[in-house]
């Protein structure tokens, strides 16, 4: 008994050590991954006084509201709003920053401006949403007026807390608010449907005192202004109006033509015309007070506060030297004027503009920049100094790539290959002066940043390239998260819009790897396309051998779908990229002769398929190949229409490296399931209206050769909703689809049917899984060699339904060189979490009854609907990352450990290990100890051959030890 015990104690603390295993130590944390928070390109850019501290307030494109460090690239805090709670505009308040979005409801919040705390919140329900756009905010001492919805206008005081009116107008077109400080009376301002001015003058107590429309003039509703009288407008022609709120009478002034018209305060304005930029007052007439010396085309900032009012004028141009003229408002005099740097090639033009004033401990008057670019990303300038930038590019990724490095350096020489045009001693001749430029390069300089461009043995160290919706081509570095380099095509073409990347060539020693970006241009109001050959190494575009390529090539129509083939372009090993033109044309790039002439080698038909966006019923399938006449030739195959009531809503998503190490399942009897490896299987997922749930949501598996259906189940209560969206992944021969379930109906039924219903049909997160294979009976497998879609094979399908605690955001899955690891599915969480799930708890043949010996010994758990959670599950530990939108993995060169890179707004990469670091040693081995053991064994093993060698030495010359030979002679005597 007392054994036993001792057994028990001893299995338990191993138990205890292997689980410690799985946790993440602190000195690991940032080591074996890395985060990089972002806020998004800002709409709304503004400086405030926060407890007498500057403070840099942004509102941005992602739904973000944040609070950004002067001093460094840092955030103080940020709050992410909901997807569906759309950010219309922010204002300060004192010390707080007030909010206003707009989702089901209209939301005005107010944060504390230091730390970013919600102070207070004020939910105003509507009717509808119509107009949800004309919303705006307006601040009186301590009083928040909101325009909610062009109609209403809402008043708060930020003293008591409290909603003290709710005003309706009779025109729901206003967008505007102003104050008539004077008569402490509001303005709403707003274009009606027909083009009109429309001007409503209220009291702070909502009393309507007049609601007049001018109708004689044209203009953008962001050309009116109020100086404290009248209002101001820019009319379409470039001409100048002034309008008396109350009559509603209207009168020209007369100045020359009008570019752009700015308000600083009050009456004072910019008007930019042709010739310059001037600084004016406006009543009856235009007053010409000052002007900027720079006539170059600019962007206008004003600041102003009780004391100080200042105008920047930043020109822009594609120069590296940008010059910064501030002139004072109050003095009409140039304040002071400086350079400031922006890298045209890698940012593009300066579109956006804040100007900050403050004094130093002397009284000096100093001054910030804080500029948006092209590309999206953010630089703050203390005068002509760069305090710190920003890659908020990042945060509007439209696809990212993982590269690995070359097997040497970058420095990679093309004299170096196998052209048969080469004979033996010139490509000797080549590797001899490469060697010794090579050895001259590493005494002169010892590898800066080819170091960080080698591959290291454990394949952690990989590129990741992104690409922007805007152009922005950003090359990181996985171990350091250093950037490599940065490119925006964006300066290119006109209105760029980035659709993919593609690898078109691999790393190899004497290859740099390529990949194509693929995007649209606006090419004189004709949507066309372009394709870049990008070096990942370098950033620069890809000179051909064959001058035949170009590097970058443009065609003058919208692709309508672009893959990748398998042939290649001999001279520099590139894949071929087919684009589809129509249902008809394809296009080719390269497009040389050699191309269409492997094409045609290969004598297999290549098949596509275009499919409906989101939102359509209807999938066809073509076939591509070249004809007799050595042109390409698109056959229309088959036409899939989804029932009327259904609109697809997901497809299947598979990552680009998906190796198969097995091609069966081995059972715990030792038998086998083979898998069903059809590469053509595309997964769909369509919903449905229902008279008694919400919807129906359907899964179908699709041939894409030939349009057959393979598999569809159904899912009552499962569809799309505002809370999560449905997602599809496939890979080896699994697909798992996620999606929200609206559970039973929500009429209060006591039928026997209802609560059945009720209780099988369960409100929330639904994951369900299925398993492909060849056949039902183990060890059955098709005869068949080669796959083809048109041998009938009927797959079996196994599948499950799990629920999950937690709303999913993306969907993932890992991916390693060999695919020997379990693979382990990452999921995104709308709490900010990454949370992997073992395979183990979503394998869809384990059984509701108490598993078998023979499945204890596959590993096969007993069927649970919930999938369990822990914290030690959680990829990224206690740090949030913030809407996640995609879930990347590309295998490292150690089978067990997968490189997983998670993007939306933040960017989070780590390592996975779901089967355990089984091919590398622990942190806890003990070194020292193993070479003590070896180098005892080298000696001993030494020492014994010697021993031996010697003893056979005197055995053969029959040489005795001495003491027995001094005995044998005294025996003789």
Not at 124 to 144: G, K, M, P, V
Request: aromatic share 10%.
């Amino acid at each position: 008994m007392y054994r036993h015990k001792r057994l028990f104690s001893f299995i338990l603390v191993i138990l205890l050590v292997i689980n410690s295993t799985f946790a993440l130590y602190k000195d690991q944390v940032g080591v074996i991954d890395w985060y990089q928070a972002h806020v998004g390109t800002p709409k709304k850019a503004y400086f405030q006084k926060v407890i007498g501290r500057s403070n840099l307030i942004v509102a941005t494109d992602h739904n973000v509201i944040a609070n950004l460090n002067l001093k460094s690239n840092n955030i103080y805090w940020r709050h992410a709003l909901k997807e569906n709670d759309k950010l219309v505009t922010i204002a300060p308040l004192d010390n707080f920053v007030v909010s206003l979005s707009e989702s089901k409801s209209s939301n005005i919040r107010i944060w504390n401006g230091q730390n970013g705390y919600l102070v207070n919140e004020y939910v105003i329900e509507s009717a509808n949403n119509e107009n949800a756009e004309y919303d705006d905010l307006l601040i009186q001492n301590n009083n928040i007026y909101a325009l909610i919805h062009g109609k209403t206008i809402v008043k708060i005081n930020n003293v008591s807390r409290s909603q003290e009116g709710k005003f309706d107008l009779q025109d729901n077109n206003h967008s505007k608010l102003f104050l008539n400080s004077k008569t402490n009376e509001i303005l709403a301002i707003g274009k009606n449907n027909k083009g009109q001015l429309i001007v409503s003058v209220l009291e702070t107590n909502g009393r309507i005192i007049s609601e007049k429309t001018v109708s004689n003039i044209k203009f953008e509703i962001d050309d009116v202004f109020f100086t404290g009288e009248k209002l101001v407008l820019k009319n379409f022609n470039n001409k100048l109006y002034t309008v008396d709120p109350k009559s509603g009478s209207s009168s020209t002034i007369s100045y020359e033509d009008v570019k752009e018209l700015v308000h600083v305060k009050d009456n004072v304005f910019i008007v930019k015309t042709e010739s310059k930029d001037n600084l004016v007052k406006i009543n009856d007439s235009v007053e010409e007070l000052s002007a900027f010396e720079n006539n170059d085309e600019g962007i206008i900032s004003v600041f102003t506060n009780d004391a100080d009012s200042y105008v920047s004028k930043t020109s822009v141009s594609k120069k590296e030297s940008l010059v910064v003229e501030i002139l004072n408002a109050n003095t009409a005099k140039i304040a002071k004027a400086f350079e400031i740097k922006n890298d045209y090639s890698k940012n593009g033009e300066i579109v956006k503009v804040s100007l900050d004033s403050y004094r130093n401990k002397d009284g000096v008057v100093l001054f910030r920049i804080f500029t948006v670019t092209k590309d999206g990303s953010i630089h703050l300038y203390k005068e002509s100094n760069l305090v710190w930038d920003s890659e908020e590019s990042l945060t509007n990724i439209v696809d990212l790539k993982f590269i690995a490095l070359p097997e040497i350096t970058k420095d990679i020489p093309e004299a170096i290959k196998n052209n048969e045009n080469t004979g033996i001693l010139s490509q000797i001749v080549s590797r001899i002066k490469f060697q010794l430029s090579f050895l001259k390069k590493s005494n002169d300089n010892h590898s800066q940043n080819s170091d960080i461009l080698k591959r290291d043995p454990y394949g952690f160290r990989q590129l990741l390239l992104f690409l922007t919706q805007k152009g922005k081509l950003i090359c990181m570095e996985t171990l350091t998260k250093q950037i490599i380099w940065t490119r925006f095509i964006g300066n290119d073409v006109q209105n760029f819009n980035g659709i993919k990347l593609t690898n078109i060539r691999s790393s190899a020693v004497q290859y740099p790897p390529l990949v194509a970006v693929i995007g649209t241009f606006d090419d004189n109001g004709k949507e066309s396309s372009i394709i870049y050959s990008i070096d990942t190494i370098t950033g620069e575009n890809y000179q051909y051998t064959n001058k035949n390529v170009p590097s970058v090539a443009k065609y003058p129509y919208k692709v309508l779908q672009t893959f990748r083939l398998s042939n290649e372009e001999k001279e520099d090993k590139t894949r071929v990229i087919a684009l589809v033109k129509s249902e008809t044309e394809v296009d080719f790039y390269p497009n040389i002769p050699e191309v269409i002439d492997s094409i045609k080698e290969m004598e297999q038909p290549i098949y596509f398929n275009l499919n409906d966006k989101i939102g359509g019923n209807t999938l066809r399938g073509y076939k591509l190949y070249i004809n007799d006449e050595k042109k390409p030739q698109i056959d229309y195959l088959y036409k899939k229409t989804f029932p009327e009531n259904e609109v697809i809503i997901s497809y299947g998503f598979k990552e680009p490296v998906d190796y198969v190490a097995s091609l069966g399942k081995v059972l715990g009897n030792r038998n086998v399931l083979y898998k069903y490896l059809n590469p053509n299987v595309l997964a769909v997922a369509t919903v449905k209206p229902h008279d008694v749930y919400t919807s129906v949501l359907s899964i179908y598996f699709l041939d894409t050769v030939k349009g057959s259906v393979i598999h569809h189940s159904y899912y009552e209560g499962g569809g799309e909703s505002s809370i999560m969206k449905p997602q599809i992944i496939q890979y080896e021969n699994m697909i798992v689809c996620t999606f929200w379930n609206n559970g039973a109906p929500l009429e209060d039924l006591d039928t026997k049917e209802a609560k059945k219903l009720k209780k099988n049909i369960k409100k929330g997160s639904q994951i369900v899984v299925f398993e492909l294979y060849e056949s039902e009976i183990e060890n059955q497998k098709d005869p068949n060699h080669e796959f083809s879609s048109f041998h009938y094979i009927q797959p079996h399908i196994e599948s499950k339904a799990y629920l999950f605690d937690g709303i999913i955001t993306s969907i993932g899955v890992t991916t390693t060189r060999n695919s020997i690891t379990n693979r382990e599915l990452i999921v995104g969480l709308d709490n900010n979490e990454l949370q992997g799930i073992h395979p183990v708890f979503i394998n869809a043949r384990r059984k509701i009854t108490p598993p078998s010996n023979e499945d204890k010994q596959e590993g096969l758990l007993q069927y649970r609907p919930i999938i369990p959670s822990s914290e030690k599950s959680i990829m990224n530990y206690n740090i949030p990352v913030v809407g996640v939108k995609n879930i990347v993995s590309n295998p490292a060169t150690l089978e067990s450990t997968s490189l997983v890179a998670a993007y939306g707004l933040d960017i989070f990469l780590t390592r996975r290990t779901p089967s355990n670091d089984f091919d590398v040693l622990s942190e806890a081995f003990n070194k020292p100890i193993l070479v003590i053991t070896m180098v005892s064994i080298v000696i001993a093993v030494i020492y014994t051959h010697i021993k031996i060698k010697s003893n056979n030495f005197k055995k053969v010359w029959k040489i005795q030890p001495a003491d027995k030979v001094e005995k044998a002679e005294k025996k003789d005597k």
